[in-house]
């Protein structure tokens, strides 16, 4: 886990983690800045407890948090492609989408001693169909354990 601040902000809005001392609890939320410990005494008047600004999906209001760390991502495994796969018929995968001999699947097979090891990294990934542009690599979110050793 890396943990921005502001010297780290380079001001591109993006999904994130964040989170205060007083709860463990990592959210992912949209961040729309950080501000700068300079300006920080002038943002407190207005209500602005901690640094971190994100958007709440739940009540669409702008939150304040302490910390706030990039989300970090892993290819997916086999099984949880085929999972992923199996939620929605229109899913699909192809592997070296650039070569003329490339094929596109809906259904992933894989040895059974192999279901935890990563898919191919030239494997792609799209949705109800669509053009080139729609190929994807399968990532998902590796999750933010935050203890002690982190919060320092």
């Keep these: 886990m890396k943990k921005v601040t502001f ?5 591109n809005q993006r999904e994130m983690y964040v989170w205060n001392d007083t709860y463990k609890k990592p959210y ?3 961040v729309t800045a ?3 410990s300079q300006k920080y005494l002038e943002y407190k008047r207005f209500d602005v407890k901690y640094p971190v600004l994100a958007l709440c999906e739940e009540d669409d209001k702008v939150h ?3 910390h706030c760390a990039d989300i970090e ?16 018929r229109r ?12 094929v596109v699947e809906k259904i992933f097979k894989y040895k059974l001693s192999e279901e935890n090891k990563q898919v191919p ?5 799209r949705e109800g169909g669509g053009d080139f ?8 979110d590796l999750p933010l354990n935050i203890g002690k050793e982190e919060q320092q």
């Design 7 to 11: 010297k780290d902000w380079d001001g």
């Design 91 to 102: 899913r699909e995968y192809c592997i070296d989408i650039c070569s003329s001999s490339a």
């Design 34 to 36: 950080i501000i700068d």
């Design 64 to 66: 304040c948090y302490q």
């Design 28 to 30: 992912k939320r949209f």
């Design 121 to 125: 990294s030239k494997l792609r990934i």
């Design 133 to 140: 542009s729609d190929w994807k690599q399968p990532l998902v």
């Design 73 to 88: 991502k892993r290819l997916m495994t086999n099984r949880e492609l085929s999972d992923w796969l199996n939620e929605d």
